[in-house]
């Protein structure tokens, strides 16, 4: 099966430039997807489906992450000024 075949170091740049891409463009969004969506298809063109697939569970867990410190240590009446 070719496509199962380890990308090369080149496939794996384009790959990782594509995601950050992508999730620069979320970041910036508040994670409005639809604003993405040129991206988004770019990223899943340039990755292997697993990847695609463990970078969106990646990014998932990191904003939850994310969320725990910040909800965490802050008070909640502070939350909204950012």
Known sequence: AA????PTMEERKACWGA???FWQCLDSH???AA???KLRRAFESRCPQ????????RRDFLK????LETEGFQPPEAAGKS
């Open 30 to 32: 508040g994670d409005d």
């Open 64 to 67: 939850y992450k994310k969320k």
């Open 35 to 37: 604003k993405c969506e």
């Open 19 to 21: 995601r950050d891409e």
């Open 3 to 6: 496509g199962m075949a380890a």
């Open 50 to 57: 697993q990847w695609v697939k463990h970078f969106d569970k």
